[in-house]
């Protein structure tokens, strides 16, 4: 058992060695192709540029990097906290299921990021716009997996339960909510990539902060190697809300790690 | 110990459904079960064997007839039961030992007393080892006596199983046939066994009870009486010959067997 989780941690040091290659070879070329061509860098700029002003403007740019994983965290948890609930709700009451789905499989289908503008209209500039979407887009996948989590029961084992003796809640804590952890934890990891997309989509347009907001701005003053620099901190945003999603999730999914890698 | 239930079943019907949708599955059907005795049921696919045990576990609502357990009446699901199914029908996120040990969860049975029962079962069933492997680290064998051992770890009186033996191979079927033997001779609990397997029902019972499709009724009723425990290769015995004929023939003379002969 020993041995099998240092092989684990093993591969996923090879895993990470091998991408952060693929990263600085892509990075590396990038380089040398500017600097033989003499691309000017209002027009592409060097890794070198951005990647040095990654560390000149840390400050200005880990404010804003702050901003938006506070989005991501405030409108995800929301998202979850009423994506789960309520398909459990749907799954249990038939009535709620034949009024409510098609309007929830509607919602669904319409491209989130158009309601922008009138959450502007509603709520003005500011960080509940970006909330509000960020809630929207991770919404739908959290609670369409639960709701096929929540139905992944099979049917006889709730005769053995029953024999059992089993209350209504005995069945749900012991059979349906843990049955449904996978799913929802699967919904989850999508709907966190949803939220990321969608967060820097609100604030490109309804935001006085956020790293959205910062790429915008640098847009403004033609600051390409701003743009850039924010672009790769919006990329560790992601990978650091990915890492934690994946971690919690042998914490929390013991059993399921043969569907982890 | 507990000792067995006696089964006594009255006119049983079952209906699915109603109206133009309405399909009569089984019955009437009678037969009776004593204690401690073991009991198969076999027929072709469709012909009211689940519904049966269904029925008989109280899980399904009786559309006609009764059911009695040691004598009284079943009004709702029998408690005092095990119940194994075709597919194991284990919880993915439970290891070995933590489906087992479900049953004490959901009965608020004593802990302690319940692992000791559970650890008993596991090395009897081969299993010992395997307490802290989830569902996917085990072989399909392995899951079955997992699911065997849950069905017992409460020491009910009764057994239900239906085809609990369908989805393995022919090896492991052998070797979990023969370990359900030496456990039921242990124990003496009530088995009611559905199987569509020949040599299984004859492997196993002190009675075969056959059944025909359409609505479901009980054709034939068949005491096996063979010396205990039971070979591994039956096909030896003479006797068992004779019973498997006989079995052969029912299924046959119902046209549920059509062979070459038949051909025009
Ligand atoms: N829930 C249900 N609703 C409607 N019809 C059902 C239901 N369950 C079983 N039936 C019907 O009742 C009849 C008997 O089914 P049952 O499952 O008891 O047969 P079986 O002997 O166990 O078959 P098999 O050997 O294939 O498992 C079949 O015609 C089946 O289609
Ligand atoms: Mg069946």
């Known amino acids: 058992?020993?041995?099998a989780i240092a092989g684990r941690s093993g591969r996923a040091a090879v895993t990470a060695l091998q991408a952060a290659l693929a990263v600085a070879v892509l990075l590396g070329t990038w380089e040398i192709l500017v600097r033989v061509y003499e691309i000017p860098i209002w027009l592409v700029p060097k890794p070198s540029d951005f990647l040095a002003r990654l560390y000149t403007d840390a400050a200005l740019i880990a404010y804003h990097a702050a901003a938006t994983s506070w989005t991501i965290l405030l409108g995800f948890l929301l998202g979850v906290l009423v994506a789960?609930?309520?398909?459990?709700?749907?799954?249990?009451?038939?009535?709620?299921?034949?009024?409510?789905?098609?309007?929830?499989?509607?919602?669904?289908i319409m491209p989130k990021t158009v309601v922008g503008p009138i959450f502007v209209v509603w709520f003005g500039i500011g960080p509940l716009v970006s909330v509000f979407l960020v809630f929207l887009m991770c919404f739908f996948p959290v609670m369409v997996d639960s709701m096929s989590g929540f139905r992944a029961v099979d049917r006889r084992l709730f005769y053995i339960t029953r024999s059992m003796g089993a209350t209504r809640w005995q069945e749900f804590r012991h059979l349906r909510l843990p049955a449904a952890m996978g799913p929802i934890y699967a919904g989850m990891k999508i709907g966190i990539v949803?939220?990321?997309?969608?967060?820097?989509?609100?604030?490109?347009?309804?935001?006085?902060?956020?790293?959205?907001?910062?790429?915008m701005r640098a847009s403004g003053f033609m600051d390409l190697t701003l743009m850039f620099a924010a672009l790769v901190a919006t990329a560790l945003v992601a990978l650091l809300f990915n890492a934690v999603l994946t971690g919690g999730e042998r914490l929390l999914l013991p059993w399921a790690r043969h569907l982890q890698r | 110990m507990s000792r067995g239930a006696s089964i006594k079943v009255r006119g049983l019907c079952k209906t699915y459904g109603s109206g133009a949708r309405a399909v009569h599955a089984l019955g009437p059907i009678d037969f009776d079960v004593a204690a401690g005795e073991f009991v198969s049921l076999i027929g072709p696919s469709g012909c009211g064997k689940s519904t049966t045990m269904l029925l008989v576990a109280g899980l399904e609502p009786i559309t006609a007839g009764r059911v009695e357990i040691d004598g009284r009446p079943l009004t709702e699901p029998l408690s005092d039961v095990g119940i194994v199914f075709q597919d194991h029908l284990l919880l993915e996120f439970r290891t070995a030992l933590g489906n087992v040990m479900l049953q004490q969860q959901i009965r608020?049975?004593?802990?302690?007393?319940?692992r000791a029962r559970a650890a008993e079962l596991f090395s009897r069933l081969g299993l010992a080892g395997a307490e802290d492997r989830y569902p996917w680290q085990l072989s399909g064998g392995m899951r079955q006596r997992v699911s065997i051992a849950r069905a017992l770890v409460h020491d009910p009186s009764m057994l239900l199983m239906d085809e609990p033996f369908g989805a393995l191979d022919a090896i492991t079927r052998t070797q979990i046939r023969h370990d359900l033997e030496l456990l039921w001779l242990d124990t003496r609990k009530t088995v009611l066994f559905i199987t569509h397997s020949i040599d299984e029902a004859i492997g196993l019972s002190d009675r075969v009870l056959v059944m025909s499709p359409g609505p479901g009724r009980i054709v034939e009723e068949i005491p096996i009486d063979l010396p205990r425990p039971r070979p591994a290769h039956l096909g030896d015995h003479p006797e068992f010959a004779r019973y498997a004929r006989r079995i052969y023939d029912i299924f046959e003379n119902l046209g549920i067997y059509r062979f070459h002969r038949d051909r025009p």
């Open chain 1, 1 to 3: 058992m020993a041995s």
């Open chain 1, 84 to 108: 789960v609930p309520l398909a459990l709700a749907i799954v249990s009451f038939g009535a709620l299921e034949r009024g409510l789905y098609p309007l929830i499989v509607f919602l669904n």
């Open chain 1, 194 to 215: 949803k939220a990321i997309e969608g967060v820097i989509i609100a604030e490109f347009i309804a935001s006085q902060a956020g790293l959205g907001y910062l790429i």
């Open chain 2, 108 to 114: 608020r049975l004593d802990r302690d007393e319940q």
